[in-house]
Protein backbone atom coordinates (compact mmCIF):
# COMPACT_ATOMS: atom_id res chain seq x y z
CA UNK A 1 0.00 0.00 0.00
CA UNK A 2 1.28 3.14 -1.07
CA UNK A 3 1.31 5.97 1.68
CA UNK A 4 -0.88 9.15 1.43
CA UNK A 5 1.13 12.23 -0.38
CA UNK A 6 0.01 14.79 1.95
CA UNK A 7 -2.41 18.47 0.25
CA UNK A 8 0.96 20.50 1.03
CA UNK A 9 3.27 18.17 -0.77
CA UNK A 10 1.07 17.47 -3.64
CA UNK A 11 0.17 21.27 -3.77
CA UNK A 12 4.13 22.16 -3.96
CA UNK A 13 4.57 19.77 -6.92
CA UNK A 14 1.55 21.40 -8.89
CA UNK A 15 3.33 24.65 -8.31
CA UNK A 16 7.08 23.47 -9.47
CA UNK A 17 5.61 21.71 -12.29
CA UNK A 18 4.23 25.15 -13.73
CA UNK A 19 7.22 27.13 -12.59
CA UNK A 20 8.87 28.73 -15.89
CA UNK A 21 12.50 27.80 -16.17
CA UNK A 22 13.25 31.21 -17.20
CA UNK A 23 11.50 32.62 -14.08
CA UNK A 24 13.26 29.95 -12.01
CA UNK A 25 16.40 31.21 -13.34
CA UNK A 26 16.06 34.61 -13.30
CA UNK A 27 14.83 34.08 -9.43
CA UNK A 28 18.11 31.95 -8.48
CA UNK A 29 20.43 34.90 -10.32
CA UNK A 30 19.02 37.85 -8.46
CA UNK A 31 19.55 35.40 -5.06
CA UNK A 32 23.20 34.94 -5.47
CA UNK A 33 24.57 36.11 -8.63
CA UNK A 34 28.13 34.62 -8.90
CA UNK A 35 27.08 31.11 -7.60
CA UNK A 36 24.91 31.05 -10.45
CA UNK A 37 26.80 32.03 -13.13
CA UNK A 38 29.56 30.00 -11.85
CA UNK A 39 27.60 27.14 -11.66
CA UNK A 40 25.06 27.19 -14.68
CA UNK A 41 25.82 28.19 -19.20
CA UNK A 42 22.39 30.49 -18.99
CA UNK A 43 22.94 31.41 -22.66
CA UNK A 44 22.57 27.86 -23.11
CA UNK A 45 18.93 28.70 -22.04
CA UNK A 46 18.60 30.50 -25.59
CA UNK A 47 20.27 27.99 -27.51
CA UNK A 48 18.61 24.54 -26.26
CA UNK A 49 18.01 22.56 -29.46
CA UNK A 50 14.86 20.89 -27.85
CA UNK A 51 11.63 21.86 -26.90
CA UNK A 52 11.98 23.38 -23.73
CA UNK A 53 10.56 26.21 -21.26
CA UNK A 54 12.34 28.77 -22.58
CA UNK A 55 11.10 28.16 -25.70
CA UNK A 56 8.02 27.67 -24.63
CA UNK A 57 7.88 30.64 -23.64
CA UNK A 58 9.69 32.85 -25.96
CA UNK A 59 6.68 31.03 -28.70
CA UNK A 60 3.81 32.20 -26.07
CA UNK A 61 5.69 35.84 -25.97
CA UNK A 62 6.01 36.04 -29.64
CA UNK A 63 2.25 34.87 -30.58
CA UNK A 64 0.71 37.21 -27.99
CA UNK A 65 3.52 40.18 -28.90
CA UNK A 66 4.92 40.32 -25.33
CA UNK A 67 8.39 40.25 -24.62
CA UNK A 68 10.02 37.46 -22.21
CA UNK A 69 10.50 38.79 -18.96
CA UNK A 70 13.95 39.06 -18.43
CA UNK A 71 14.67 41.06 -22.06
CA UNK A 72 11.17 43.37 -22.18
CA UNK A 73 12.98 46.51 -24.57
CA UNK A 74 13.81 49.75 -22.44
CA UNK A 75 11.75 52.76 -23.66
CA UNK A 76 10.75 56.50 -22.16
CA UNK A 77 12.70 58.13 -19.80
CA UNK A 78 14.97 55.37 -18.01
CA UNK A 79 16.90 55.01 -21.50
CA UNK A 80 19.72 57.35 -20.85
CA UNK A 81 19.84 55.76 -17.04
CA UNK A 82 19.84 52.94 -18.49
CA UNK A 83 22.75 53.39 -21.02
CA UNK A 84 24.79 54.85 -18.29
CA UNK A 85 24.38 52.32 -15.73
CA UNK A 86 22.36 49.96 -16.40
CA UNK A 87 22.22 47.64 -12.76
CA UNK A 88 20.02 51.42 -12.40
CA UNK A 89 17.03 49.68 -13.65
CA UNK A 90 17.67 46.16 -14.53
CA UNK A 91 18.78 43.68 -11.89
CA UNK A 92 19.33 41.21 -14.41
CA UNK A 93 22.16 41.48 -16.95
CA UNK A 94 21.00 39.99 -20.51
CA UNK A 95 24.46 38.93 -21.13
CA UNK A 96 24.57 36.61 -18.54
CA UNK A 97 21.51 34.52 -20.51
CA UNK A 98 23.72 34.81 -23.60
CA UNK A 99 21.32 38.15 -25.08
CA UNK A 100 22.26 42.05 -25.47
CA UNK A 101 21.03 44.97 -24.04
CA UNK A 102 18.39 45.99 -26.21
CA UNK A 103 16.94 49.84 -26.06
CA UNK A 104 13.46 50.26 -28.13
CA UNK A 105 14.19 52.91 -30.34
CA UNK A 106 11.26 52.85 -32.65
CA UNK A 107 8.49 54.29 -31.20
CA UNK A 108 6.48 57.67 -30.58
CA UNK A 109 7.63 57.61 -27.14
CA UNK A 110 11.60 57.06 -27.98
CA UNK A 111 13.68 60.03 -26.29
CA UNK A 112 16.68 61.28 -27.95
CA UNK A 113 19.32 59.83 -25.95
CA UNK A 114 17.89 56.20 -27.29
CA UNK A 115 18.59 57.80 -31.15
CA UNK A 116 21.79 59.04 -30.08
CA UNK A 117 23.14 55.62 -28.82
CA UNK A 118 21.23 54.00 -31.83
CA UNK A 119 23.43 56.61 -34.15
CA UNK A 120 26.42 55.92 -32.62
CA UNK A 121 25.85 52.04 -32.89
CA UNK A 122 25.18 52.57 -36.78
CA UNK A 123 28.67 54.47 -37.16
CA UNK A 124 27.31 57.82 -37.58
CA UNK A 125 28.18 60.56 -36.26
CA UNK A 126 25.85 63.78 -35.30
CA UNK A 127 25.48 66.95 -32.80
CA UNK A 128 23.20 66.53 -29.99
CA UNK A 129 20.78 68.99 -31.87
CA UNK A 130 20.60 66.81 -35.17
CA UNK A 131 19.84 63.97 -33.05
CA UNK A 132 17.03 65.88 -31.52
CA UNK A 133 15.49 66.78 -34.71
CA UNK A 134 15.61 63.18 -36.09
CA UNK A 135 14.10 62.11 -32.96
CA UNK A 136 11.55 64.49 -33.70
CA UNK A 137 10.74 62.71 -37.43
CA UNK A 138 11.06 59.29 -35.66
CA UNK A 139 8.29 60.22 -33.03
CA UNK A 140 6.58 61.93 -35.94
CA UNK A 141 6.61 58.41 -37.79
CA UNK A 142 5.65 56.73 -35.25
CA UNK A 143 2.30 58.29 -34.57
CA UNK A 144 1.22 57.58 -38.39
CA UNK A 145 2.31 54.12 -38.71
CA UNK A 146 4.57 50.92 -36.72
CA UNK A 147 8.11 51.26 -37.36
CA UNK A 148 10.51 48.56 -37.17
CA UNK A 149 13.89 48.66 -36.64
CA UNK A 150 14.96 48.69 -40.81
CA UNK A 151 11.91 51.52 -41.09
CA UNK A 152 13.91 53.65 -37.99
CA UNK A 153 17.56 52.69 -39.20
CA UNK A 154 16.64 53.97 -42.55
CA UNK A 155 15.32 57.06 -41.57
CA UNK A 156 18.55 57.43 -39.33
CA UNK A 157 21.30 56.85 -42.78
CA UNK A 158 18.45 59.03 -44.51
CA UNK A 159 19.03 61.58 -42.11
CA UNK A 160 22.76 61.23 -41.65
CA UNK A 161 23.26 61.80 -45.62
CA UNK A 162 21.24 64.72 -45.80
CA UNK A 163 23.06 66.38 -42.89
CA UNK A 164 26.48 65.13 -44.59
CA UNK A 165 27.52 63.81 -41.24
CA UNK A 166 27.40 60.44 -42.11
CA UNK A 167 31.09 58.80 -41.44
Not at 42 to 63: C, G, P, R, Y
Not at 71 to 100: H, K
Not at 122 to 131: I, K, P, R, W, Y
Request: hydrophobic content about 45%.
Amino acid sequence: MTPAVPLQMRSLRWKLEQLPLGGLMARMIVSDHDYVTGKYKLHKLKEATVIDWAQIEDFVAANVQVNVPFNNPVTGVCALAILANPSTYEIINPADFGMSRYVHFTSRLTGWNAIKSRVEQLGLTMNDEQVKSLTSKIKAMADVRILTMDDTDTIIRSFASETGKAS
